[in-house]
């Protein structure tokens, strides 16, 4: 499972609400993509949900619980932030296992999994590489395996894209999509690139000034766009 509930969500840093209310329901196994301008509150939102952060008022429900009440290793979230720091000195292997080797997992179980998704990546022929010697996208993959080794049920990704080149970036597009449709997992996918949102998305949250704009399928939102935000940010601009 992995069901998400934001109900009235909000965040102030001092004496500035940077998150005016937001209340959203994200479906187990769905592929939302939250955009907006750059400031707008995407990866305060993001921080919040993976716990990183508290919301100032309001709640977060994962799968009934609100998150509060659970420690932040039994949320069963995983975020991938735009830049992954990976260990240079560890081979892949040793990176995409650190997670299980924090847990202390028993060696057989530790291999297979790390195994797992390496296949999954298509990183099984790189395992005893270190990061320096791949390329960024294959570097960004070890960074999602990382993420994805622990088997969350909602994965929070923060522009996870935005520093590949625009080959690299198509690619990659494909690969999480796949990715997604595999592990069957709810994702939360922040980005300023509205191909990206218009492409792998379920559903787009179009974020203005820590309000929710719109919600809504992709054509959706391009065809009729509730206001001239999110006209000029996805919609079909006549
Ligand atoms: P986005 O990811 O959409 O670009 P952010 O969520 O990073 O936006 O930031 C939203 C607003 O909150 C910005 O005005 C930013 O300056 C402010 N902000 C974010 N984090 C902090 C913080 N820790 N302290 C003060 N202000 C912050
Ligand atoms: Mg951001």
Do not use: W
Request: proline share 5%.
């Amino acid at each position: 499972m992995g069901q998400l509930h934001l109900n009235k969500v909000t965040k102030s840093f001092g004496d500035i609400k940077v998150i005016k209310g937001v209340t959203l329901d994200i479906q187990d196994g769905e592929f939302v993509v939250f955009v907006g301008p750059s400031g707008c509150g995407k990866s305060t939102l993001l921080r919040i949900i993976a716990g990183l952060d508290d919301a100032t008022t309001g709640d977060i429900v994962i799968d009934g619980a609100k998150v509060n009440d659970l420690a932040p290793v039994n949320r069963g979230i995983a975020m991938v932030f735009q830049s992954y720091a990976l260990y240079p000195h560890m081979t892949v292997f040793e990176n995409i296992a650190f997670p299980l080797r924090v847990e202390k997992m028993p060696e057989a179980e530790l291999t297979a999994k790390v195994e797992a998704v390496a296949k999954v990546l298509q990183l099984d022929q790189r395992l005893q590489q270190k990061p320096g010697a791949l390329s960024g996208g294959q570097r960004q993959r070890v960074a999602i395996g990382r993420a994805i080794v622990r088997e969350p049920k909602i994965f929070l990704f923060d522009e996870p894209l935005s520093n590949l080149d625009a080959a690299l970036r198509a690619d990659m597009r494909i690969e999480l999509t796949k990715m997604h449709h595999d592990l069957a997992a709810t994702m939360i996918y922040v980005t300023h690139d509205q191909i990206e949102a218009m492409t792998m998305a379920d559903r787009i949250v179009v974020l203005n000034g820590g309000f929710v704009s719109q919600v809504g399928k992709p054509l959706e939102l391009y065809h009729k766009p509730q206001n001239k935000f999110v006209a000029g940010f996805i919609g079909n601009p006549k």
